[in-house]
Each structure stands twice: as structure tokens, then as C-alpha cells.
């Protein structure tokens, strides 16, 4: 059985739709700070399978016991964690105590019921504000712009080191370019709260008329048309990523590496064409001054994630915000049904 925590929110919930889909047990552990138990609903709807779930904080030992000694978990897909970058920035020992001190925690719990196998959503982040814009597992990392990238180097930095201190673990560390979309069938998606940070969704809430209009920050990079480049990605094929890490872990050990992206950067000027292409719905926007911490432009080479794990993203963008669009649409309160 797979204990998947943070299973609740928005990679969680798709990458347990996909695990059930393979034939895996799993189990949810959450405490919904950013979360919905209605996704669990959903998973069990789209899977037609029940989905155990404790709702539990992976700081408190406890309650993380309790589900080890409940249930008999081989490996852990760990998504808990907090990601507002901006909000990092102003409570940053919130973001220190729940990544960094939460993941000690469910290490400690998983040493002491012998389980070793980890698969980590780490991020792009730890790349840093690096002059290449194609980043690949070699480079050196830099020092992410933001507390909340920080975190997850010191996680990865964490697991690089226990790693070599005790031969038995094995960890996957997936780090993500930037996931968008939902499940093909609507009835799963990406439901932040309050003011979504990132592009996609915010675009998505403009679209519905929860919003007025877009920021778009910076159109004076350097770039072909002056907005920033990000490698956007289906959250169907990051959650495909998580899976086929999984079985790769299954009877090895060491610290891996892989970047989940798709290899081609969009920039947010494209993005907002090819929305109110597929949509047919126009975005008014305005341009902003650039954001702190921004960089220019970033992509994947996702070669070594094909090579060893056999993945490479499938869906286009066109795919990726017809599914997102499809999700938002029928569902424009999230799960707040
Ligand atoms: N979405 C992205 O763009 C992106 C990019 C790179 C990395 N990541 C990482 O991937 C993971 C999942 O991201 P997401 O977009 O699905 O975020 P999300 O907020 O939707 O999911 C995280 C889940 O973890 C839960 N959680 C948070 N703290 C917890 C705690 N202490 N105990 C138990 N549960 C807790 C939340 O309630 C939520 O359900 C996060 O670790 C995030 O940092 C996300």
C-alpha cells in the first residue's frame, strides 16, 4: 500500500487517480489546510473505489503512527507541504516548520516502521536564478529566489545526505516545472484559495468573471516577446511521472533525480493567445512591473526521465487548458459545490 500525503490537493488527487487506475492500494493523509475532502469524493467517483483517508498533520508523530501501524505502507508519495511563494516570504518559520520539520518527521516515522522508499515533489526552484535557461539534473543548484524554494533544497539536500549515510533508503526527487490542467473528466482540478498565484488558474478565474482582469508582470524580459518563459506541463503527466518513479524505486536504493517538464517553454503572451483560442473567450490584461524573484525564462530537458523511467509528457497546451477550462467551467467555486 501507498501512503500518499498531501493526497488531497491538486497533484496529490490526480496522481492517486492514477495509481488506483494502475492496480496500487493507497491511502490519503492531509489535514486540508489547502485542501478539500470533497477531492477525495472524486477520486472515489472517477476510480469507483473507496479511498482510505486520515485527516492528520505530518508534523504531529502521532497521528502519523497511527496510519503506519494501520496500515501497511510499502512506500510514501509525499506532497505535503505549504507553496505560497509570496506567503513564504512573510511567514517564513510557517514554511520551515511545515516543509522542512514536517518531512523530518514522516522520515523519522518511516524509519521506525522500516519503510525507505520516498518519492518527493521537489521543484524547478532549486535551480536557482541560473543563466541557463535549459536546466538539466547536472547543473549546480542555485539559491532558490524564495523561502518556499528553500525548503525544498533543503529537502533534497536532506535526502542527498541520508542517502548516503544509510544504504537502505531510496528516493525519488521529482522536480516539477509547472503544472497546469486537470483530469480530463471534470471532475478534478486545481482549486486555490483566495487569489490564485499562479498563471493558469488566474487566468481561468478571469475567464469566469471571478476576477476583472490579468497582471501580466513584465513584458521587457528578455525574451522573443518580452513576458516571462515557464515549461507548463498536464498535471496527468506529472502524475503518470509519480508512478512510473514509484515502480523504478521498487527493489533499489540511492537518491534519484528527475526534472518533470516537457521540454518546451511557452511564454505568458502565448499562454493567454492559446487560452482565448481554445476557450474563445478574450482575457483583458494589463502589463505590471516585473515581480521580485521572477526570472526571464526557464525550461526542462526532461532526457534523463525518458532514458531511466520511460516518461515524457503526452498532452499539448491546446489539451492542457481544454482540460483545465473543461474543469473550471463546470466547477467555478472549486469543490466549495
Ligand atoms: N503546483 C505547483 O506548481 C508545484 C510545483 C513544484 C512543486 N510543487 C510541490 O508539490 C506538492 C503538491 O503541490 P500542489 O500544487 O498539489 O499543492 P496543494 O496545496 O494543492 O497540495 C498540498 C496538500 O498538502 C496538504 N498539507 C499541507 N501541509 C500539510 C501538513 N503539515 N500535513 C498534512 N497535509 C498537509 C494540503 O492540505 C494540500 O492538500 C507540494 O509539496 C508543492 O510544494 C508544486
Not at 517538464?261 to 478574450?282: A, K, L, R
Not at 526521465?305 to 492542457?320: C, F, I, P
Amino acid at each position: 500500500m501507498i501512503l500518499i500525503t498531501g493526497g488531497a490537493g491538486y497533484i496529490g488527487s490526480h496522481t492517486a487517480v492514477v495509481l488506483l487506475q494502475a492496480g496500487y492500494d493507497i491511502v490519503i493523509f492531509d489535514n486540508l489546510c489547502n485542501s478539500s475532502k470533497v477531492a477525495i469524493e472524486r477520486i472515489e467517483q472517477i476510480t469507483s473505489q473507496p479511498v482510505p483517508f486520515v485527516e492528520g498533520d505530518i508534523r504531529h508523530e502521532r497521528e502519523l503512527q497511527q496510519v503506519f501501524e494501520r496500515y501497511p505502507i510499502e512506500a510514501v508519495i509525499h506532497f505535503a507541504g505549504l507553496k505560497a511563494v509570496g506567503e513564504s516570504m512573510q511567514k517564513p518559520l510557517a514554511y520551515f516548520d511545515n516543509n522542512i520539520n514536517g518531512t523530518v518527521q514522516l522520515l523519522q516515522v518511516m524509519q521506525q516502521h522500516h519503510v525507505h522508499q520516498l518519492v518527493f515533489s521537489s521543484s524547478a526552484t532549486v535551480y536557482g536564478d541560473n543563466a541557463t535557461r535549459e536546466f538539466v539534473e547536472i547543473m549546480p543548484l542555485g539559491m532558490p529566489t524564495n523561502n518556499y524554494g528553500y525548503t525544498k533544497l533543503v529537502i533534497e539536500q536532506m535526502l542527498e545526505k541520508m542517502a548516503q549515510a544509510e544504504p537502505q533508503w531510496a528516493f525519488a526527487n521529482l522536480r516539477y516545472f509547472n503544472p497546469i490542467g486537470a483530469h480530463p473528466g471534470g471532475l478534478l482540478g486545481e482549486d486555490p484559495q483566495g487569489i490564485p498565484n499562479n498563471l493558469l488558474p488566474y487566468v481561468a478565474q478571469v475567464a469566469v468573471g471571478k476576477l476583472a482582469s490579468l497582471n501580466i508582470f513584465g513584458n521587457d524580459y528578455d525574451t522573443p516577446d518580452g513576458t516571462a518563459i515557464r515549461d507548463y506541463l498536464h498535471v496527468m503527466d506529472l502524475a503518470q511521472g509519480h508512478l512510473k518513479a514509484l515502480q523504478y524505486l521498487r527493489g533499489k536504493t540511492g537518491n534519484f533525480i528527475w526534472n518533470l517538464g516537457t521540454g518546451q517553454g511557452q511564454s505568458v503572451q502565448q499562454i493567454v493567445q492559446t487560452f482565448e483560442q481554445v476557450t474563445g473567450i478574450s482575457i483583458p490584461y494589463q502589463i505590471a512591473p516585473r515581480r521580485a524573484g521572477d526570472i526571464a525564462a526557464f525550461w526542462a530537458n526532461a532526457n534523463k526521465a525518458q532514458n531511466e523511467l520511460g516518461w515524457k509528457a503526452q498532452y499539448s497546451l491546446d489539451t492542457m487548458i481544454k482540460d483545465l477550462w473543461n474543469w473550471q467551467s463546470h466547477n467555478p467555486n472549486g469543490f466549495n459545490t
